[in-house]
């Protein structure tokens, strides 16, 4: 009876370009927990093979941007 208790939700973005590895034109951007603090990657999502790497502050510019916008657009 404890089937999706602990759901988490990723917000994936879509990355232009195609995977080095595969060719495939499936790569996307979303934040990771690492050893050292939160990682924003991109990665293919077809053979899932990371391009890129690079730190990123959880509480950054990502929400806030989005709010921004949505502000935008509420007036
Ligand atoms: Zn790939």
Known sequence: M???ATRQTVAREPVDGECPSC?????ARY???G???WFQVVKCQGCLSS?????W???G????DHADRVA???R
């Open 51 to 55: 391009v890129s790497r690079e730190p």
């Open 2 to 4: 404890e089937a999706t």
């Open 57 to 59: 502050n959880r509480l």
């Open 31 to 33: 934040p990771v927990l």
């Open 72 to 74: 935008g657009l509420a």
């Open 23 to 27: 060719g495939t034109a499936a790569l």
């Open 61 to 64: 510019s990502v929400d806030r």
């Open 35 to 37: 050893a050292g603090g």
